[in-house]
């Protein structure tokens, strides 16, 4: 896979209690935080990410912050990644993305509303592995919202880098309706579409499938329950979506099949 760095900041100072050089830095992150369009963004984010760690899947990594002023209220910090030196195309640019779109570069089935139909080929076929289990993650927790969410190296000659970010449409936020999103989570026809669908490798979709069955209770417990409230989430809210993404296994590769082959 990949290595994703992340970036610094310009300045830096030595930790004087260092034995081993190390210096005091700070690192560039987009902050979320609740809001009503997404009453659960926080903790959906952290454990969308915990989970997609878990099973090593290129996503920008993210951490639960606060600020000293507000010690009482948390925000996750999704760390942004180092793109000096990379030729990535975003797909989170939105004005561009009707640009090459010809019909030409449409597979049967694929995914069109959302543009970058050129790049999205171009990624499948540059990334065949990363963008199966990308997409296999995300109908497991529910995110339709990957079209704007990812960047990566689309020339061949790189060395290569793409990362998935930003889950905060996934899990208790697929919706801002607390209820209608755990109806969504608990139905086995959501998501109905994916921005890789029909361009990504059986084989892969396959064996993404079966690492995310095998993942243990334990596992899956320690990623996505936590011994507080995460935002607006309570422990009981964070132990039933927990409950409902183990019985999403069952139905898992049914999805997968529909959707994305």
Known sequence: MPILSYELGARSTPNDRSTTGARDGYVAAIIKQDSELRPAQIYSELAANRLAQFLGLPVAVGVVVQSRRTPDSLRFASLKAAEAGLDCYDFTDHDASFDDDGDGDIVPGMH?????????RKVCERYPLETAQIAVFDLWIGN??????????????????IFAMDQGASLLSCTDRRLEALALLNSPDFPRFHAFQKLVSAMYCGEMIE???????????????FDDNVGSVTIAEQYEVCEILKERRRFLRELVERILL
């Open 112 to 120: 069109v509303e959302s543009g970058h139909v050129s790049a999205l």
């Open 144 to 161: 339709d919202d990957r079209p704007g969410n990812l960047k990566a190296a689309l020339e061949k000659e790189s060395f290569g880098a």
């Open 211 to 225: 690492r995310i069955c095998a993942i243990p209770d334990w596992a899956m417990y320690a990623a996505m329950t």
